[in-house]
T-cell receptor, first 114, second 113 residues
Framework: NAGVMQNPRHLVRRRGQEARLRCSPM?????VYWYRQLPEEGLKFMVY????????ESGMPKERFSAEFPKEGPSILRIQQVVRGDSAAYFC????????????FGPGTRLLVL | SQQGEEDPQALSIQEGENATMNCSYK?????LQWYRQNSGRGLVHLIL?????REKHSGRLRVTLDTSKKSSSLLITASRAADTASYFC?????????????FGTGTQLKVEL
């Protein structure tokens, strides 16, 4: 039973480029959460999605960041025109129902912006 | 202090000793969870304690919750070198849909042989 999968594990981008981070939730899970972890800090909530719907994006920066979770395929976190401050680890978590207390985390994608 | 703030920031102990980490939070919660993160890896869920519970055990882990003081503690007994990791508490504020977890900055535990 595969856990939450994220790819790529490491991503290097130059300033101004686009970064696409993918998350495949655990089998049977239709709820996805994205978190960002800056160096030496805890995780910060970004967005919560269900299939084809954004439920809560209160933690997403207003510009350059977007997320989707299509009916088919992985959830995508997209960062346009990356800046050095976007360098961080981005974690995805999934659960199989709303209000399920335990979230299962993926290994993360470490984004480095040069 | 921020919601879910751990104390101490770093802890170094000898193998076999007990390790205690504390977490304080500011607002009412539905539950509080502890996670472990090995260096450069993802988070592993350790234990969840609900707001109406006071103590919970899982193997060598013991978690307490004091809602009147808005604090929780994680005790790892008979520590092992493999317990070396960062430990985070996360609170579920139950605001709106979903379980938006709020994490603290973590306690870095080092267990030396």
């Amino acid at each position: 039973n595969a856990g939450v999968m994220q790819n790529p594990r490491h991503l290097v981008r130059r300033r101004g480029q686009e970064a696409r981070l993918r998350c495949s939730p655990m089998k049977g899970h239709s709820h996805v959460y994205w978190y960002r972890q800056l160096p030496e800090e805890g995780l910060k909530f970004m967005v919560y999605l269900q299939k084809e719907n954004i439920i809560d994006e209160s933690g997403m920066p207003k510009e350059r960041f977007s997320a989707e979770f299509p009916k088919e395929g992985p959830s995508i976190l997209r960062i346009q025109q990356v800046v050095r401050g976007d360098s961080a680890a981005y974690f995805c978590a999934s659960s199989n129902r709303d209000r399920q207390e335990t979230q299962y985390f993926g290994p993360g994608t470490r984004l480095l912006v040069l | 202090s921020q919601q879910g703030e751990e104390d101490p920031q770093a802890l170094s102990i000898q193998e076999g000793e007990n390790a205690t980490m504390n977490c304080s939070y500011k607002t009412s919660i539905n539950n509080l969870q502890w996670y472990r993160q090995n260096s450069g890896r993802g988070l592993v869920h350790l234990i969840l304690i609900r707001s109406n519970e006071r103590e919970k055990h899982s193997g060598r882990l013991r978690v307490t919750l004091d809602t009147s003081k808005k604090s929780s503690s994680l005790l790892i007994t008979a520590s092992r070198a493999a317990d070396t990791a960062s430990y985070f508490c996360a609170t579920d504020l139950h605001t709106g849909g979903g379980n938006k977890l709020t994490f603290g900055t973590g306690t870095q535990l080092k267990v030396e042989l």
